[in-house]
């Protein structure tokens, strides 16, 4: 079971970057995710979520309105498309999963898997 983050990069404050979270070893429709960032001497913060039905989705107040998460189910990928970037951004993100069809939430306890980091710098 694994998730790979990937997409990252330097943004000029204001671009935009889309983020993928793959899956492989288990089928992401079951799975609720989410994303987390953690800035440099932070903690991390849970800034987005999808319940596995995908009926869900939640966003922290500091993403809410520039981020969107979405799933493509045929590639067993989630998205994290992030709009309007600002220097707060800048952050390591990494996308988290749970096997759980109704949760969605921004707490890091509550996921089970985790992949590793892509980092986001938003800097002119």
């Known amino acids: 079971v694994q998730l790979q983050a990937s997409g990252g990069g330097l943004v000029q404050p204001g671009g935009s970057l889309r983020l993928s979270c793959a899956a492989s070893g288990f089928t992401l429709d079951y799975y609720a995710i989410g994303w987390f960032r953690q800035a440099p001497g932070m903690e991390r913060e849970g800034i987005s979520c999808s319940s596995g039905g995908d ?14 998460i979405s799933r493509d189910n045929a590639k067993n990928t989630v998205y994290l498309q992030m709009n309007s970037l600002k220097p707060e951004d800048t952050a390591v993100y990494f996308c988290a999963a749970i096997q759980d069809l109704h949760f969605c939430g921004l707490r890091t306890a509550d996921y089970y898997f985790w992949g590793q980091g892509t980092e986001v710098t938003v800097s002119s």
């Open 55 to 68: 009926t869900v989705t939640y966003y922290a107040d500091s993403v809410k309105g520039r981020f969107t």
